[in-house]
């Protein structure tokens, strides 16, 4: 172990924090180029063969950036994407970063340090780094902004220069340091762990952009939300949200352990699409006729369609949301887990005054509102699983064949559960059991 993650362990000052080296090689899970053709012809991509855990070289800091200690990370859907190289392999993202010149070069490297959330300790930042300094305990955003770029500060996620940290760049967050800019830090609610802090940033973001923001479907007091893989990481912090804004979820699963788990978040209305055949349509009328199976069962159980759709499905339940909605309802999607090419029945759509809204993460004002409600006791972390960084193949592969509810906590330098909560008090009010939903049930 290096003397600087022996001081970090040991709960070492900034000061001390500062003198000490910086290691020239850190552990990470990574992915190689040299595998890009590594499942061709195979059915079943097993991430587990394309992720790497092994020493890299620590890349060099530029001024707007921070080095951080990753106590805890977790896993995210674009995981599996890049450990399987598709819909393209990540590493295109990186060589056309690295053209710009400048700290960008660092980028493109034969390896890919991968993973898009985080939370740990600053221990060194960069010169033109004026908010963060060493010892701070922070949660990192996934989302990477030129500042110099206008629409960045109208919405960032409309500039062209925005990219998903792990992800479109290196140095991610499944590793036990990463570089990040200055801009993608927030504070870490001081009442949580480690792992359940670091579950949350991505996902919840998102999930908040999506129904939240002015920038997403804008739900108020009252309205019905259908909410589809609803103890996903993204859709469990969607019912959270639709609760907490005087909303009435209705969270749809596809099986009845899942149901249960959906039970313990609150969700007002859960249906089991297995029990209803929910799922499959390969014809127009399939959906249609599953649309209509849907909404009856809705209407019985609130009185109304839903005014919102929240779809990050994509191919197998698109069209059913767009049917669903009521007339001037909205359809607002951020993915496409089960296939990009959207089939709809477009009268549904124009003729009843109906809207597609895509989302995507969230800018760092959306973000920032979100802590907010998590360092409240407002949103509770949705981790139901906590693997060590030398297993994160068998992590990923638990998202990557849907065999996981809420989010996959990764431990990275934190040598055990239960460690970095500087507000005892508040997570005493709070309670354990209501801070970990889905792992009481």
Same mark, same amino acid.
């Not at 362990?9 to 001390?16: N, Q, R, V, Y």
């Not at 907490?244 to 209305?269: F, H, M, N, R, T």
């Not at 994509?314 to 359809?331: D, L």
């Given at each position: ?15 001390a ?32 063969r ?5 020493? *890299?070289?620590m890349?060099?800091l ?17 995981t ?41 300790? *600053?221990v ?14 922070? *949660? ?26 792990g ?6 967050g499944?590793a ?29 973001a998102?999930?908040y ?6 920038k ?6 009252g ?6 893989g ?18 009435i979820?209705?969270?749809?699963v596809g099986?009845?352990?899942?149901a ?5 978040? %609150?969700c ?7 029990e ?9 009328? $399939?959906?249609? $006729? ?10 019985q ?33 951020? %993915?496409?887990s ?10 549904y ?7 597609i ?19 409240l ?6 981790l ?6 030398d297993?994160?193949? $068998? ?14 906590? *990764? ?25 970990n ?5």
């Amino acid at each position: 172990m290096d003397s600087l993650t022996e001081a970090l362990l040991s709960g070492a000052s900034a000061e001390a924090l500062e003198r000490e080296e910086v290691p020239e090689y850190y552990t990470a899970a990574h992915l190689r180029a040299e595998d890009t053709g590594l499942f061709a012809g195979s059915d079943d991509k097993d991430v587990r063969r394309s992720i790497r855990v092994g020493q *890299v070289p620590m890349p060099e800091l530029a001024p707007d950036e921070v080095l951080v200690a990753v106590m805890a990370s977790a896993i995210n859907y674009n995981t599996v994407w890049s450990a399987t190289f598709e819909p393209v392999p990540t590493f295109k993202f990186l060589e056309r970063f690295g053209r710009q010149g400048g700290y960008a070069a660092r980028h493109h490297l034969p390896y890919q340090v991968i993973g898009s959330d985080g939370a740990g300790v *600053v221990v060194r930042a960069g010169a033109g780094v004026r908010r963060w300094q060493a010892g701070d305990h922070v *949660v990192l955003s996934c989302v990477q902004v030129d500042e110099s770029e206008p629409a960045t500060h109208a919405d960032a996620m409309l500039g062209a220069e925005q990219r998903i940290w792990g992800y479109e760049t290196n140095f991610g967050g499944l590793a036990h340091y990463t570089v990040v800019k200055a801009s993608q830090l927030l504070p870490k609610p001081g009442h949580l762990t480690w792992e359940e802090s670091a579950g949350v940033m991505l996902t919840a973001a998102t999930s908040y952009r999506m129904l939240i923001s002015d920038k997403g479907a804008r739900i108020k007091l009252g309205d019905v939300v259908l909410i589809w893989g609803a103890t996903g990481g993204l859709g469990a912090f969607a019912v959270q949200l639709v609760k907490q804004a005087g909303g009435i979820p209705v969270g749809v699963v596809g099986s009845e352990q899942k149901a249960k788990v959906l039970q313990s978040l %609150g969700c007002d209305v859960v249906i089991n699409r297995a029990e209803i055949g929910l799922g499959g349509a390969t014809t127009p009328q $399939e959906t249609i $006729e599953q649309g209509k199976r849907l909404g009856r069962i809705i209407r019985q159980e609130v009185g109304e369609d839903p005014s919102v759709a929240f779809d990050y499905i994509g191919r197998a339940t698109f069209g059913i949301s767009v049917f669903t909605v009521r007339r001037g309802g909205t359809v607002v999607t951020c %993915g496409s887990s089960t296939g990009y090419q959207h089939e709809y029945d477009n009268r549904y759509l124009w003729m009843n005054s109906k809207r597609i809204v895509g989302s995507h993460a969230a800018n760092l004002q959306e973000q920032a509102e979100c802590n907010r409600l998590v360092a409240l006791g407002k949103l509770a972390p949705v981790l139901s699983r906590v693997y060590d960084l030398d297993d994160v193949g $068998e992590a990923a592969r638990l998202v990557q064949t849907n065999q996981h509810t809420g989010k996959v906590g *990764v431990l990275c330098l934190a040598p055990r559960e239960g460690l970095g909560v500087t507000d005892p008090a508040l997570r005493e009010r709070i309670g354990a059991a209501a801070l970990n939903p889905l792992r009481s049930v």
